[in-house]
């Protein structure tokens, strides 16, 4: 898949989660990609989280957790995911506006900021 197809792909997906996550599709919210506000709604019955850990300081959480259950923290593994198609080679504004709209309540609950490439 060339980087403009997957491109398109990626919004058009953007358009149909925004549809989906607001019950205007017949097609169930699949936990794959659910809102991380409803995911943790749905845990909130039977408990609530101690910590919800972010990506921008996942290893200071992680080890704030392993200390509180009394072991010691390990550092997170160097490997990494990677993408068919880079973010940096396909992101513009539109994107951006189309995952934003898709998930206001993830943006505005945890603080979302513009995305920037790594480096």
């Not at 019950?23 to 909130?44: E, N, P």
């Not at 200390?67 to 951006?96: K, Q």
Request: net charge neutral; with cysteine.
């Amino acid at each position: 898949m060339t980087p403009g197809a997957y491109r398109a792909a990626l919004l058009a997906f953007l358009g149909f989660l925004k549809c989906n996550l607001n019950g205007q599709t017949a097609i169930r919210v699949d936990r794959r990609w659910c809102s991380q506000v409803a995911a943790l709604a749905a845990l909130a019955p039977a408990a609530l989280p101690d910590v919800i850990a972010r990506a921008g300081r996942l290893e200071d959480d992680l080890a704030h957790v392993a200390r509180s259950a009394g072991l010691s923290p390990a550092p997170l593994p160097a490997e990494r995911v990677t993408p068919p198609v880079p973010l940096a080679e396909i992101y513009g504004a539109d994107l951006e506006a189309a995952a934003r709209a898709a998930y206001p309540r993830d943006m505005a609950a945890f603080g979302f900021g513009r995305w920037q490439p790594e480096g």
